[in-house]
């Protein structure tokens, strides 16, 4: 059983940064791959960015790719998400996700076996 905790959103204008984490309960934090989901009103939950288990081999979603940044502190059981260069369209609740899935499925929110309760960001134009 893992929990996870995110924190770090906010409110913040259009080119600016956030940094969000999401802290996980539990022994065996560097066994799950991590990853990040948003989800804007009246849509889907949509895969933003995922890192490995071990190794830490991130991927990214196409509309995040070089302006985020994904990494992990295995011995603090935390997960990060660096967010530069936000723009509106950013805007959404950000959930942090957990999965024991090998790497080629991270980008997949149903191989996800525990979620956080979300942290919202707003990017004001």
């Known amino acids: 059983q893992v929990q996870l905790v995110e924190s770090g959103g906010g409110l913040v204008q259009a080119g600016g940064s956030l940094r969000l984490s999401c802290a996980a309960s539990?022994?065996?934090?560097?066994?799950?791959?991590m990853g990040w989901f948003r989800q804007a009103p009246g849509k889907e939950r949509d895969f933003v960015a995922a890192?490995?288990?071990?190794?830490?081999?991130?991927y990214y979603a196409d509309s995040v790719k070089g302006r985020f940044t994904i990494s992990r502190d295995n011995a603090k059981n935390t997960v990060y998400l660096q967010m530069n260069s936000l723009k509106p369209e950013d805007t959404a609740t950000y959930y942090c996700?957990?999965?024991?899935?090998?790497?080629?499925?991270?980008?997949?929110?149903?191989?996800?076996?525990?979620w956080g309760q979300g942290t919202q960001v707003t990017v004001s134009s």
């Open positions: 890192i490995s288990r071990s190794v830490g081999t991130t």
């Open positions: 996700a957990a999965t024991s899935s090998s790497f080629s499925l991270l980008m997949h929110r149903e191989y996800y076996s525990y």
């Open positions: 539990g022994r065996t934090f560097s066994s799950y791959g």
